[in-house]
């Protein structure tokens, strides 16, 4: 956080008095904090707290005529790498969800293009309301991150979700949005996770046993290596990782539009969706009646997401990593996907029988076109971490066919730890065809 700028909106709830806290705490960890305070804010702590604990005047005021001389709105929307609100009151979320800009802080929000955390803070009916639930979902669909609430004791003397996270929780989640330099900052990585549902009828469709869990810990991963992530996910009940941009999708036809469309500036897809192969070739207007004995279902291919971003006009082809599900011949049938989607890496894993699908561990055999490494059972968060170190090691020893206006990082940036950087543990393998690429590393 040594550096980085937070713009702390604060609003009108009892938990007010605890963000005074929470600009301490974000200075400790080397943050520079721009208090905002809205008027309803200012009816439980006073502006003369934050602006002693923060060390800078706290900007109240969208009609401040100093200030809004030099656009000052426009100045701090831009200053912030970050703008957290906490605690975040009904009536803001509900402003925010709406897109107005009726004041300082919720017009700065309009105006930056910074991340936005919202820490939800009020009573557990307020909460729980339709309203707020709907506004919250608007949030979070917008990729706003949600920190938050947690559930317990109540200032009202009720008890149940609503209460603010504590200066600590909320610290360690900030951290996470704003990741450290790594070697994958500036680069924008793109991933796909979860099932996908195809349409039968308007109650019914085919969808697989993928949970996503995969995809989200590999967008966790490149997070915190630095990296811009977008997670296109298919329906699941996952929570997005802190930093990721999130966008939901349900067919696999819903799955390739998204993809395309965020696809332009990707330096790395991670394609670890079990998008459906076949479709039902039409999706009944009404539903099926069961008035015969048997049901025959024609299918139909769906649109290949991972072959079509492979197949990529060299200039914007983004570095195309696959995941192979197999129940069996995992590795001579990952290596014919990996050479004829032409991928640059392709991780593999067997399914089936509670292995893999669903489970919190899995182990992973990732090939590419001269190599071959192991991954042992391991929790799939720690597997994606030791996944990207081997993408950021494969994607320097390769020419960068995207985003030449961004900068390769300096290789003594990239961590690879010794289990991936150790040549012992790449193995070459002659099944696989011979490089296809110029520029391979040293040790294939
Ligand atoms: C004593 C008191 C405590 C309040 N606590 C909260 C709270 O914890 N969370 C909340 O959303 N609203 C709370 N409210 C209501 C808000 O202060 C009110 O909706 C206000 O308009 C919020 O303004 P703002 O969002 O511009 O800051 C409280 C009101 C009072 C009078």
Redesign the pocket.
Known sequence: MQGKHILLGV?????AYKSADLVRRLIEQGAEVQVVM????Q??VTTTTFQALSGRPVRTDLWDSAAEAAMGHIELARWADLVLIA?A????IA?LAHGLAD?LLSTLCLATAAPLAVVP???QQ?WSHAATQANVAVLARRGVQLLGPAVGDQ?CGEIGPGRMLEPLQIVAQVAALLPERGPLQGRRVLVTAGPTRECIDPVRFVSNRSSGKMGFAVAQAMREAGAEVVLVTGPVCLETPPGVRRVDVESSEQMHTAVQHELPGTAIFVGTAAVADYRPLACAEQKIKKRSDSLTLEMTRTTDVLAQVSACPAASRPFVVGFAAETQEVEQHAREKLLAKNLDLIAANEVGHTKAFDADENSLLILWRGGRLELPRASKLSLARSLTRLIIERLLSQPLAVGASVAAPAPSAVAVPSAVAAPSAVAASSAVAAPARATVTARN
Request: charged residues 15%; hydrophobic residues 45%.
């Open positions: 609003t009108g709830g009892i938990a809205t008027r309803g804010a009816q439980f605690p009151s009904a009536d803001f402003r004041d803070a009020m009573n307020m200032a």
